[in-house]
Nanobody, 121 residues
Framework: VQLVESGGGLVQTGGSLRLSCAASGFTLDDYIIGWFRQAPGKEREVVSCIVNKDGGSYYVDSVKGRFTISSDNAKNTVFMEMNSLKPEDTAVYSC???????????????WGQGTQVTVSE
């Protein structure tokens, strides 16, 4: 099982980025995929999750209306479109896969390496 993130970068306030989480070794329908972020000096937090099997999704309040999670079964990839980015969105973003709800503290049987998102003032 492997997860590889991409799409991070430096963007100005109000800009957009699309993160990708490419999965290999398993199919998306078998897992819940979550996007997490960790800013310097802060704890890691769950940002968004998708239950590919039924299309269910979750967003933390701070990103509702700005971020959209989606998946492409043909590519076995989960995306997170991030719009109206703010400096407080700056963090390392990682995707993770598990078979339990993503808001559970122990979520994350498998993790990617992370990608840096930096939003400038």
């Amino acid at each position: 099982v492997q997860l590889v993130e991409s799409g991070g970068g430096l963007v100005q306030t109000g800009g957009s980025l699309r993160l990708s989480c490419a999965a290999s070794g398993f199919t998306l329908d078998d897992y819940i995929i979550g996007w997490f972020r960790q800013a310097p000096g802060k704890e890691r937090e769950v940002v968004s999750c998708i239950v590919n099997k039924d299309g269910g999704s979750y967003y933390v309040d701070s990103v509702k209306g700005r971020f959209t999670i989606s998946s492409d079964n043909a590519k076995n990839t989960v995306f997170m479109e991030m719009n109206s980015l703010k400096p407080e969105d700056t963090a390392v973003y990682s995707c993770a896969a598990d078979r339990v709800p993503c808001i559970w503290p122990g979520f994350g049987a498998h993790w990617g390496q992370g990608t840096q998102v930096t939003v400038s003032e």
